[in-house]
RNA sequence: GGGCGAAUAGCUCAGUGGGAGAGCACCUGCCUUACAAGCAGGGGGUCCGGUGUUCAAAUCACCGUUCGCCCA
């Protein structure tokens, strides 16, 4: 065959007809056979909010060299797509482009909104697509779902009334967190803690049925508007005998209580606290304690309730000023200091989040969690790496309810009816009647559910749940789940719950969790700062395969890495080099049809062929642990190191060469091994991968590389004596070029060498002649015994028991020579004192493993050897001064 | 307050109970008919500090320092 491959891989030529050629052989699909072993992924869903980024880049790359992988063992794979309504950070989304025209949702309506949503849905959707399509994944995309499509919802409807029947569903008046911009309440996990200087303000109480006045301490001047109530510690003597008189709440001019509770710290402040039940988690706690009245001073908008007197309709940031200049006026602020405390943000908004009390639906959280930290602590699903079932643990074990309605239109639907005559009713259809009244006048809970409800259900509602289907038989539970850390609280901890409570079983067996993707300077890639990298982009300019090998070796297990365009460039560069051997390897196939390997192979073939063996061994491995940076590197090494450098260029002396026979096993090997290295590399970089396999002159009845097999190498190809031999060779090949380069002599100009080895050398080295000459530009090679007298005016190496001369005369400086060996002869006399000292340590001999000692054993001859030729050498260059 | 992680070459980071590694950067010499996105050679490190366990610690344990993250 005759092949013109340009010398510059151009990965534009190649990927997307190579994504095409997949796809339109329906490689993806996952056909169910019976009999073969399962491999399932279901892909995090990303949010059809906007585009993808890096994170989903490296995501869905360790998910596709995986099921790669997986498939090409042979398992029956299934790598389930899909994406995610994201109701909150759609909707805002949306909003916001509403606002650029000055309208809001409710000017619009409800129907209208949603539709408008779908819309941007659908071309936020196609956008991750063809993003996705880029990025090489092999997802079954026949099986692609959408968190708010028919199957999904009716799964999400299914969950939410069999909860609500087992009373693991309720709806109450509780503090939630509550975001005035978003307009809805969020979970506990939504809240972001933010570390803020801000002031303790000092405020007099002055009491009522009884002389004095008590000071409080508080961040939130303005609640105190809202106060109920004054609280000690029972056992603070100071305090002590004030307990059920009263106070006069200032500005709002109320009578309220002094109540004793534990929760109060003694030492905080004045050791008196104010209680405002309405808008603090823990004074909700000791309002419900004591039976106290939750006055509402923020509302919803954030603005000072309309009860609120003066400040009514005030913002609450503006309200705090106020109260605080007021209370100044009144002599009632004690003083002003500064301090430091942690503010919730919304996740979504950056708001500062209000908590108030507030009509919602939850999740009954214990009795679901108890199964779901079993199931882990049993190992039955393992996170890996392990240090993340603790964080998993530490969740689950100080869970809380989940509150899960949100006062936003886009999303499911609670399905709660509620009667004009008061009943409600729960139903997994919709009601027409009140079955209490029989009237019709029955009107939907408008709040839907948390998007992160629907999404815990995702690795069994894509699958078909409710329904039996035979996805669901076959493809569940799934094998692995790859995601980042940052979200095992809000969705992994959820799934495993989910699939507890409705599958009786583990939604996955592993968590392969994986870190963040940040810039080069290692700040959180973010649209505020601009620093984010649109993997398109770097696709566009140096090709998926290239993106995809520098996220998987920049990445260890659940670290965080940086991007950064020295390391995209060092991955384009090693697809080019794959791409120039593969040339040098087609170029040189002409008229070539694979037989298999030769029987006959030469040292470098079977050493080469050791090396692959290792290569496929490593790699393997290291993908089974989920080390998938450090495998990729295993191949990079092998392909450049090994095959590129050393095997390429030795097997160009039989190519070029007259010998028929051995030019034909020249290629029969060159072929088989870059044949299985195209395999082996497949999963990394699919697309370069498949390109140069489709060039390859193969034998058998593979259509594609995506769906051959995973290299097994034929027969037992492990020789150690090659390893050894050829470790050999090399390094008295690098002795000569050392000590070329050593003196400044260049490269390619020849330049005899003598190798002076004992007789089991011998043979080995006038092997491998012709090979150390064109290594390393020697004119000749000249073998001599031990007993033979050595060069006067020569440079010296010493490779094992081999002596390397460098006869060059004239040009060689004598006392420099001296001195190099000098600095040589001193470092070996240092590596020699350690050894020592280990040998004559008796607790060593004793103690250590044999094969450990029989290696310190070995490295001492060698080193001693070294030092005595050394030694010898310098005394005769020495007499030649 | 609780938990977790990081600290190794100039930079970014792997690694591991038994001779300190990679990529990039740097220096030297090369257009050697696959590749200058390349080839050959080189310099450069108290593996954060301390204590302990061990025949052996950069690696394990404990203490500390600095930085980062998560949770309350």
Same mark, same amino acid.
């Given at each position: ?19 095409q050629?997949? %796809? ?12 073969k ?7 995090p ?12 880049a490296?995501?869905?790359t ?17 790598w ?15 909003? @916001?482009h ?37 990025l ?13 499509? @028919?199957g ?18 309720y709806?109450g ?12 309440a ?31 301490a ?44 534990e ?19 823990n004074?909700?706690?000791i309002?419900?304690?004591?039976d %106290? @009245? ?16 003066e400040?009514?309709g ?23 200091e ?17 908590? %108030? ?8 959280m214990?009795p ?5 930290i ?22 689950m074990?100080?869970?809380?309810d989940?509150?899960i ?26 009601p ?26 995702w ?9 039996k289907t035979?996805?669901?038989e ?12 940052d ?36 700040r ?16 566009d ?8 090998f ?34 040098f390897?087609?170029m ?5 049809r ?18 692959y ?12 642990k ?20 050393w ?32 395999r082996?590399l497949?999963?990394?970089?699919p697309?370069?991968?498949e390109?140069?396999?489709?060039? %390859?002159?193969?034998k ?12 097994k190498?034929?027969g ?15 390094q ?8 070329r380069?050593?003196i400044?002599?260049?490269?390619g100009?020849?330049a005899a ?5 004992p ?6 080295l ?8 064109k290594?390393?530009?020697a004119?000749g ?8 007298k050595?060069?006067?005016?020569a ?8 002596e ?28 020699l ?18 094969n450990?000692?029989?290696k ?6 060698e ?19």
């Amino acid at each position: 065959m005759t092949v013109n491959l340009p010398p510059v891989y151009e990965p534009k030529e190649v990927e997307d007809k190579i994504y095409q050629f997949w %796809l339109e052989n329906n490689y993806f699909y996952a056909a169910r056979e019976e009999g073969k072993k399962t491999f399932t992924i279901v892909i995090p869903p990303p949010n059809v909010t906007g585009s993808l980024h890096m994170g989903h880049a490296l995501d869905n790359t360790i998910q596709d060299v995986l099921i790669r992988w997986k498939r090409m063992q042979g398992y029956d794979t299934l790598w389930l797509p899909g994406t995610d309504h994201a109701g909150i950070a759609t909707q805002n989304k949306v909003e @916001e482009h509403l606002a650029s025209e000055g309208l809001s949702r409710y000017d619009v309506g409800r129907e209208k909104f949603l539709q408008m949503v779908w819309e941007w849905k659908e071309e936020y959707h196609g956008r991750i697509l063809k993003q996705l399509y880029k990025l090489g994944v092999s997802c079954d995309w026949s099986r692609e779902r959408f968190t708010l499509d @028919e199957g999904c919802s009716k799964a999400v409807r299914e969950v939410f009334v069999s909860l609500y029947e087992q009373g693991l569903i309720y709806r109450g008046d509780y503090m939630i967190n509550w975001c005035p911009r978003c307009h809805t309440a969020i979970s506990d996990i939504e809240v972001e803690h933010e570390e803020k200087s801000s002031t303790l303000t000092h405020i007099r109480y002055p009491g009522v049925d009884w002389a004095g006045s008590i000071v409080v301490a508080t961040t939130r001047p303005e609640t105190m508007l809202g106060d109920t109530a004054v609280a000690v510690h029972p056992e603070d003597d100071r305090y002590r005998h004030l307990v059920g008189k009263k106070v006069m709440l200032p500005l709002m001019n109320r009578e309220i209580p002094i109540i004793a509770d534990e929760y109060v710290d003694p030492s905080f402040g004045s050791g008196a606290v104010k209680i405002t039940p309405a808008h603090d988690p823990n004074d909700f706690e000791i309002g419900l304690r004591h039976d %106290l @009245e939750a006055i509402k001073a923020i509302g919803d908008d954030g603005n000072m309730t309309p009860e609120m007197g003066e400040y009514a309709g005030m913002d609450r940031h503006e309200a705090r000023e106020r109260v605080v200049k007021d209370l100044q006026k009144l002599g009632l602020v004690e003083k002003i200091e500064d301090y430091s405390h942690s503010v919730g943000h919304c996740q979504r908004c950056n708001t500062e989040i209000e908590p %108030l009390v507030s009509l919602q639906w939850f999740v009954k959280m214990k009795p679901l969690a108890e199964p779901a930290i079993k199931v882990v602590k049993e190992g039955k699903t393992r996170f890996i790496p392990e240090r993340f079932t603790r964080t998993y643990l530490n969740w689950m074990e100080n869970i809380r309810d989940w509150c899960i309605s949100r006062q936003i239109w886009w999303g499911h639907r609670i399905p709660a009816w509620y009667c004009s005559c008061g009943e409600m009713i729960v139903s997994r259809t919709d009601p027409e009647r009140c079955p209490a009244c029989g009237g019709g006048d029955l009107e939907q809970d408008p709040d839907v559910l948390d998007t992160w409800f629907s999404s815990a259900l995702w690795p069994f509602s894509t699958l078909g749940w409710p329904d039996k289907t035979p996805d669901l038989e076959h493809y569940f539970p799934t094998n692995v789940l790859v995601t980042g850390y940052d979200i095992i609280s809000f969705w992994v901890a959820r799934m495993i719950f989910m699939s507890m409570a409705f599958m009786k079983d583990i939604p996955f067996e592993e968590v392969c969790v994986h870190g963040l993707v940040r810039d080069a300077l290692g700040r959180k890639m973010s649209k505020s700062l601009g620093n984010g990298v649109d993997p398109l982009e770097v696709i566009d300019k140096f090709g998926a395969d290239t993106l995809r090998f520098t996220l998987i070796t920049g990445q260890a297990p659940g670290n965080d890495q940086r991007f950064r365009y020295e390391n995209v460039e060092a991955s384009r560069n090693f697809a080019n080099k794959i791409w120039n051997a593969s040339r040098f390897v087609l170029m040189n196939l002409e008229d070539f049809r694979p037989q298999g390997l030769p029987a006959d192979l030469n040292r470098h073939q079977r050493w080469i062929l050791d090396r692959y063996v290792d290569t496929v061994e490593q790699t393997n491995m290291l993908l089974e642990k989920y080390e998938l940076g450090e495998a990729a590197k295993t191949v990079y090494e092998f392909i450049w190191g090994d095959f590129c450098d050393w095997f390429i260029e030795l097997s160009k002396v039989p190519l070029y060469g007259k010998d028929g026979p051995e030019k034909e096993k020249s290629k029969a090997v060159l072929y088989y091994v870059l044949e299985g290295t195209m395999r082996l590399l497949h999963p990394f970089m699919p697309f370069i991968s498949e390109e140069i396999w489709q060039h %390859l002159p193969r034998k058998g009845k593979d259509k594609a590389l995506i769906t051959s097999s995973w290299p097994k190498p034929e027969g037992n190809l492990s020789d150690k004596q090659a390893r050894m031999e050829m470790n050999l060779v090399m390094q008295v090949i690098r002795a000569i070029r050392n000590l070329r380069s050593e003196i400044g002599f260049p490269v390619g100009k020849k330049a005899a060498v003598i190798l002076r080895a004992p007789a089991k050398y011998l043979r080995l080295l006038y092997q491998e002649e012709v090979f150390i000459k064109k290594l390393a530009w020697a004119e000749g090679v000249t073998f001599i015994d031990t007993i033979a007298k050595k060069p006067p005016q020569a440079l010296t190496a010493i490779v094992d028991e081999i002596e390397v001369y460098l006869p060059l005369g004239g040009i060689i400086d004598l006392e420099q020579e001296i001195s190099r060996l000098e600095k040589e002869l001193q470092g070996v006399e240092k590596d020699l004192k350690k050894v020592v000292a280990k040998l004559s340590n008796d607790n060593f001999l004793k103690k250590a493993p044999g094969n450990i000692i029989e290696k310190e054993k070995n490295k001492h001859d060698e080193l001693d050897s070294k030092r005595k030729k050394l030694t010898t050498r310098m005394t005769e260059l020495k007499k030649l001064l």
